[in-house]
Protein backbone atom coordinates (compact mmCIF):
# COMPACT_ATOMS: atom_id res chain seq x y z
CA UNK A 1 0.00 0.00 0.00
CA UNK A 2 2.91 2.06 0.85
CA UNK A 3 4.35 2.05 -2.77
CA UNK A 4 0.60 3.35 -4.43
CA UNK A 5 0.35 6.02 -2.03
CA UNK A 6 4.22 7.12 -2.57
CA UNK A 7 3.13 6.80 -6.46
CA UNK A 8 -0.22 8.82 -6.17
CA UNK A 9 1.61 11.47 -4.04
CA UNK A 10 4.20 11.46 -7.27
CA UNK A 11 1.48 11.56 -9.61
CA UNK A 12 -0.33 15.02 -7.73
CA UNK A 13 2.91 16.80 -7.72
CA UNK A 14 3.52 16.30 -11.24
CA UNK A 15 0.23 16.83 -12.13
CA UNK A 16 0.34 19.83 -10.15
CA UNK A 17 3.59 21.08 -11.47
CA UNK A 18 2.11 20.43 -14.99
CA UNK A 19 -0.91 22.69 -14.36
CA UNK A 20 1.55 25.70 -13.47
CA UNK A 21 3.91 25.52 -16.39
CA UNK A 22 2.81 27.72 -19.13
CA UNK A 23 0.42 26.83 -20.94
CA UNK A 24 0.57 29.26 -23.87
CA UNK A 25 3.65 30.38 -24.40
CA UNK A 26 4.26 33.77 -26.20
CA UNK A 27 7.45 33.94 -26.95
CA UNK A 28 10.24 31.62 -28.06
CA UNK A 29 12.07 31.65 -24.68
CA UNK A 30 8.66 30.42 -22.88
CA UNK A 31 8.40 28.03 -25.49
CA UNK A 32 11.80 26.71 -25.05
CA UNK A 33 11.61 27.10 -21.15
CA UNK A 34 8.05 25.07 -21.49
CA UNK A 35 10.19 22.36 -23.96
CA UNK A 36 13.12 21.86 -20.57
CA UNK A 37 10.32 22.13 -18.09
CA UNK A 38 8.04 19.49 -19.90
CA UNK A 39 11.00 17.24 -20.73
CA UNK A 40 12.22 17.26 -16.41
CA UNK A 41 8.39 16.39 -15.80
CA UNK A 42 8.64 13.68 -18.46
CA UNK A 43 12.32 12.59 -16.46
CA UNK A 44 11.08 12.27 -13.36
CA UNK A 45 7.50 10.23 -14.05
CA UNK A 46 9.88 7.56 -15.94
CA UNK A 47 12.20 7.50 -13.25
CA UNK A 48 9.78 6.72 -10.52
CA UNK A 49 9.48 3.25 -9.51
CA UNK A 50 6.13 1.71 -10.52
CA UNK A 51 4.74 -0.64 -7.57
CA UNK A 52 5.55 -4.36 -7.84
CA UNK A 53 2.28 -5.37 -10.19
CA UNK A 54 2.22 -9.10 -9.31
CA UNK A 55 2.12 -8.49 -5.89
CA UNK A 56 -0.91 -8.99 -3.60
CA UNK A 57 -3.37 -6.02 -3.10
CA UNK A 58 -6.55 -6.23 -1.97
CA UNK A 59 -9.72 -5.10 -3.38
CA UNK A 60 -9.47 -1.03 -1.89
CA UNK A 61 -5.92 -1.55 -3.10
CA UNK A 62 -6.18 -3.01 -6.19
CA UNK A 63 -8.27 -0.55 -7.21
CA UNK A 64 -5.71 2.51 -6.29
CA UNK A 65 -3.94 0.91 -8.12
CA UNK A 66 -5.31 0.85 -11.12
CA UNK A 67 -6.78 4.63 -11.18
CA UNK A 68 -2.78 5.68 -10.22
CA UNK A 69 -2.04 3.36 -13.45
CA UNK A 70 -4.31 4.78 -15.54
CA UNK A 71 -3.58 8.16 -14.14
CA UNK A 72 0.06 7.35 -14.88
CA UNK A 73 -0.29 6.37 -17.96
CA UNK A 74 -2.71 10.00 -19.23
CA UNK A 75 0.12 12.10 -17.18
CA UNK A 76 2.97 10.43 -20.00
CA UNK A 77 0.37 11.08 -22.79
CA UNK A 78 0.07 14.27 -21.95
CA UNK A 79 3.59 15.19 -21.13
CA UNK A 80 4.52 13.69 -24.69
CA UNK A 81 2.01 15.53 -26.21
CA UNK A 82 2.98 18.90 -24.60
CA UNK A 83 6.32 18.41 -25.61
CA UNK A 84 6.46 17.52 -28.89
CA UNK A 85 4.24 20.99 -29.41
CA UNK A 86 6.59 22.68 -27.22
CA UNK A 87 9.24 21.34 -29.64
CA UNK A 88 7.58 22.27 -32.97
CA UNK A 89 7.51 25.79 -30.72
CA UNK A 90 10.77 26.21 -30.59
CA UNK A 91 11.54 25.07 -33.83
CA UNK A 92 8.97 27.57 -35.27
CA UNK A 93 10.00 30.34 -33.47
CA UNK A 94 14.15 29.62 -34.46
CA UNK A 95 13.16 29.24 -37.63
CA UNK A 96 11.34 32.55 -37.76
CA UNK A 97 14.46 34.50 -35.92
CA UNK A 98 16.85 33.27 -38.90
CA UNK A 99 14.37 34.17 -41.77
CA UNK A 100 13.90 37.85 -40.37
CA UNK A 101 17.56 38.53 -39.39
CA UNK A 102 18.07 36.95 -43.21
CA UNK A 103 15.48 39.45 -44.65
CA UNK A 104 16.78 42.21 -42.76
CA UNK A 105 20.12 41.44 -43.69
CA UNK A 106 19.28 41.62 -47.64
CA UNK A 107 16.68 44.38 -46.80
CA UNK A 108 19.70 46.55 -45.10
CA UNK A 109 22.21 45.29 -47.81
CA UNK A 110 20.40 47.00 -51.19
CA UNK A 111 18.64 43.81 -51.91
CA UNK A 112 17.69 44.00 -55.32
CA UNK A 113 19.72 41.37 -56.77
CA UNK A 114 17.24 38.89 -58.91
CA UNK A 115 18.76 35.98 -56.32
CA UNK A 116 17.97 38.55 -53.08
CA UNK A 117 14.59 39.35 -54.81
CA UNK A 118 13.93 35.13 -54.58
CA UNK A 119 15.37 34.56 -51.58
CA UNK A 120 13.22 37.15 -49.91
CA UNK A 121 10.16 35.16 -52.01
CA UNK A 122 11.32 31.65 -50.79
CA UNK A 123 12.24 33.48 -47.00
CA UNK A 124 8.23 34.80 -46.90
CA UNK A 125 6.58 31.06 -47.78
CA UNK A 126 8.48 29.84 -45.03
CA UNK A 127 7.49 32.73 -42.49
CA UNK A 128 4.14 32.06 -44.18
CA UNK A 129 4.24 28.63 -43.12
CA UNK A 130 6.22 28.89 -39.94
CA UNK A 131 3.08 31.07 -38.81
CA UNK A 132 0.08 28.96 -40.03
CA UNK A 133 2.17 25.74 -37.51
CA UNK A 134 2.54 28.15 -35.06
CA UNK A 135 -0.81 29.28 -35.03
CA UNK A 136 -2.38 25.10 -35.26
CA UNK A 137 -0.05 24.79 -31.86
CA UNK A 138 -1.06 27.89 -30.17
CA UNK A 139 -4.75 27.09 -30.66
CA UNK A 140 -4.33 23.55 -29.49
CA UNK A 141 -2.44 24.58 -26.70
CA UNK A 142 -5.15 27.29 -25.95
CA UNK A 143 -8.17 24.85 -26.36
CA UNK A 144 -6.59 21.99 -24.17
CA UNK A 145 -7.93 21.43 -20.39
CA UNK A 146 -5.17 20.27 -18.78
CA UNK A 147 -7.00 20.15 -15.54
CA UNK A 148 -9.93 18.08 -16.23
CA UNK A 149 -8.09 15.41 -17.81
CA UNK A 150 -5.60 15.07 -15.01
CA UNK A 151 -7.54 15.53 -12.58
CA UNK A 152 -8.46 12.31 -10.24
CA UNK A 153 -11.98 12.63 -10.80
CA UNK A 154 -11.56 12.76 -14.71
CA UNK A 155 -9.65 9.17 -14.25
CA UNK A 156 -12.74 7.75 -12.29
Not at 55 to 76: F, P, S, V
Not at 141 to 151: A, G, P, V, W
Request: overall charge negative; aromatic content about 4%; glycine content about 4%.
Amino acid sequence: MEQIIEMETMLENVEEKMNRLEEKPSTRIQACQLLAKTKDLQKEVKEFPLPDLDAEYTDEEGDRLDLALDRYNILRQKLADLEAKAETLCVCWNKLDQDVTELTHLLSSGGGSTRAIERLDKSIAQLRDMFTVRDGIMSELKNEDLQSTLSPAAAE
